[in-house]
């Protein structure tokens, strides 16, 4: 039986977030689906499912968007069609805030903010301590399918390459660097023989 194509599901899919995910996938031994970058998502999921089929290795980033779309949006059916897809288990996932009115929520296990520290309350999308409403409740336009999803580690985070240039790719865009760690060490992909020898090579 073959293996399963492991997935980190992100939840922004703009210029900033594109050029960030591609630049860290590089950096990190990673993959991404680079067509799944757009405001909103431009494919389908079974286009999604085809192109990781096609990822000669694994875990491999793929980028989800709504464009603002405070409902369910393309982005979050995209996402929810590869993340129930019987090939694909999903590691976890980065909720990106945004500031979009109305938008929904989803619980996160923690958040990484700005500084680079790990939180235990929901960030804005400035990677700063979520004031308003549920203490662990993340605000975005693509996040809130993540619920019904059953993602094993939701990590919150700030605007990808952004947070007043904080994660700028500059910089090595190191807030969403350390989440995606974070995630590789829960799923203990980082002990798997296959990553550590792409990360060195």
Partial sequence: ????????????????????????????GLRCISASAGNP??????????????????PVLVMFDDRGNPGKGK??????????????????????????DGAGGASVDFS??????????AV??????????????????TLSILDSLQVPVVIGIGDIGKMGQADSVVYGAPITRK????ILKRSDVLNDSRTENRQRS
Avoid at 12 to 21: K, M, T, Y
Avoid at 112 to 121: A, D, L, Q, S, V
């Fill in 1 to 28: 039986m073959p293996e399963k194509i492991r997935v980190i599901l992100i939840t922004d899919g703009d210029s900033n977030a594109c050029q960030v995910i591609e630049f860290l996938a590089a950096e990190m």
């Fill in 41 to 58: 998502t431009p494919i389908s999921g079974e286009e999604i499912i085809a192109l990781l089929k096609q990822t000669p290795n694994n």
């Fill in 75 to 100: 982005g979050e059916s995209v996402m929810e069609q590869v993340a129930s897809h019987p090939d694909v288990t999903v590691l976890g996932a980065l909720a990106v805030a945004s500031g979009t």
């Fill in 112 to 121: 990484i903010n700005r500084w680079g520290e790990i939180e235990p309350y």
């Fill in 124 to 141: 804005d999308k400035y990677g700063q301590v979520y004031k308003q409403g549920s203490r662990s409740i993340m605000h975005g336009d």
């Fill in 179 to 182: 989440a995606i760690t974070e």
